[in-house]
């Protein structure tokens, strides 16, 4: 009961001190007031991690999937990674029951991060109106930077399908559906599946018709939907061990000319950028499945 009490007053103070932190929005609207269009604030966090959801039904970003290293805090040279046996290799005892034993182990160097960038157009003379450019702020520019992370970590240059050793798997094998051979893969493994990520048509297409996203969320599985995974396709793997988000610790918000082609009519846009990389420390440990 004690330590219960404990948990409690922990997460009431940090209830209090989030809802006394300045959101990123209204950070920008104090610079915007003071300096007009040469407005630019920097912080020293990753806003798309810094803005809470108003909706009653949530839907979890892809960072939440990881566990997310603040290099700006955690100063890191390398990751360790594995790689699975190679044909040629010698025999390892045990390795046919534990396979993981035959895996080679890495070390690489911390891979640059990459811009995730995301621009709006300022409705002209809503910063006239502080609470409308904050609202603004908040729940479009940033919601549109976190659509643009989902981007950069499921697709982008080094997101997870384009991470090699990551396999495609098509059958379903004995189990009729290949989210749960994959699971049983990575179980055969030694590790877990913790996380699926699937494009909202399919999620929705087995709620109507099987109970495929009830057990396996029930089964501890953490799901995000998002169009950003093909119809057809979705990721599986164990992002609680197996993979990490390299993330900077800062981002910026500021007044900007953006690249021909980034909006659809000319007028004033603000730009809001962060800085971040996916690595996969187990690839073997990760599918991409065909549904």
Same mark, same amino acid.
């Given at each position: 009961?004690?330590?219960?009490?404990?948990?409690?007053?922990?997460?009431?103070?940090?209830?209090?001190?989030?809802?006394?932190?300045?959101? /990123?929005?209204?950070?920008?609207?104090?610079?915007?007031?003071?300096?007009?269009?040469?407005?630019?604030?920097?912080?020293?966090?990753?806003?798309?991690?810094?803005?809470?959801?108003?909706?009653?039904?949530?839907?979890?970003?892809?960072?939440?999937?990881?566990?997310?290293?603040?290099?700006?805090?955690?100063?890191?040279?390398?990751?360790?990674?594995?790689?699975?046996?190679?044909?040629?290799?010698?025999?390892?005892?045990?390795?046919?029951?534990?396979?993981?034993?035959?895996?080679?182990?890495?070390?690489?160097?911390?891979?640059?991060?990459?811009?995730?960038?995301?621009?709006?157009?300022?409705?002209?003379?809503?910063?006239?109106?502080?609470?409308?450019?904050? @609202?603004?702020?908040?729940?479009?520019?940033?919601?549109?930077?976190?659509?643009?992370?989902?981007?950069?970590?499921?697709?982008?240059?080094?997101?997870?399908?384009?991470? /090699?050793?990551?396999?495609?798997?098509? @059958?379903?094998?004995?189990?009729? @559906?290949?989210?749960?051979?994959?699971?049983?893969?990575?179980?055969?493994?030694?590790?877990?599946?913790?996380?699926?990520?699937?494009?909202?048509?399919?999620?929705?297409?087995?709620?109507?018709?099987?109970?495929?996203?009830?057990?396996?969320?029930?089964?501890?599985?953490?799901?995000?939907?998002?169009?950003?995974?093909?119809?057809?396709?979705?990721?599986?793997?164990?992002?609680?061990?197996?993979?990490?988000?390299?993330?900077?610790?800062?981002?910026?918000?500021?007044?900007?000319?953006?690249? /021909?082609?980034?909006?659809?009519?000319?007028?004033?846009?603000?730009?809001?950028?962060?800085?971040?990389?996916?690595?996969?420390?187990?690839?073997?440990?990760?599918?991409?499945? @065909?549904?």
């Amino acid at each position: 009961m004690q330590q219960a009490d404990g948990v409690k007053q922990t997460m009431a103070e940090v209830v209090a001190d989030r809802k006394n932190e300045k959101l /990123p929005g209204r950070m920008f609207v104090e610079a915007c007031a003071a300096k007009g269009l040469e407005a630019c604030v920097e912080y020293d966090v990753t806003i798309t991690d810094s803005l809470t959801s108003s909706r009653r039904k949530p839907r979890y970003p892809a960072r939440n999937m990881f566990k997310v290293i603040d290099l700006s805090r955690d100063h890191r040279q390398y990751y360790w990674h594995e790689s699975p046996a190679q044909s040629g290799d010698p025999r390892v005892n045990l390795a046919d029951l534990r396979r993981e034993l035959a895996n080679h182990f890495h070390k690489s160097p911390v891979p640059e991060l990459l811009p995730t960038t995301a621009w709006v157009n300022v409705p002209p003379g809503l910063w006239d109106d502080a609470e409308a450019f904050e @609202s603004f702020l908040n729940y479009r520019l940033i919601v549109r930077l976190g659509t643009a992370e989902n981007h950069t970590i499921i697709r982008g240059e080094g997101g997870l399908l384009n991470i /090699p050793g990551i396999e495609r798997m098509t @059958s379903a094998g004995p189990f009729g @559906s290949t989210i749960l051979a994959a699971c049983n893969e990575v179980e055969q493994k030694g590790s877990t599946v913790d996380g699926l990520i699937i494009n909202p048509a399919d999620y929705y297409k087995f709620l109507a018709h099987s109970r495929l996203m009830e057990d396996v969320e029930n089964n501890g599985v953490f799901i995000v939907r998002t169009r950003l995974v093909d119809p057809g396709i979705a990721i599986v793997g164990d992002f609680g061990h197996g993979a990490q988000l390299f993330d900077a610790g800062r981002s910026v918000i500021r007044f900007a000319e953006p690249p /021909p082609g980034t909006l659809a009519e000319p007028g004033i846009a603000l730009m809001a950028e962060i800085y971040e990389r996916v690595v996969v420390n187990l690839p073997t440990n990760f599918f991409v499945v @065909s549904l």
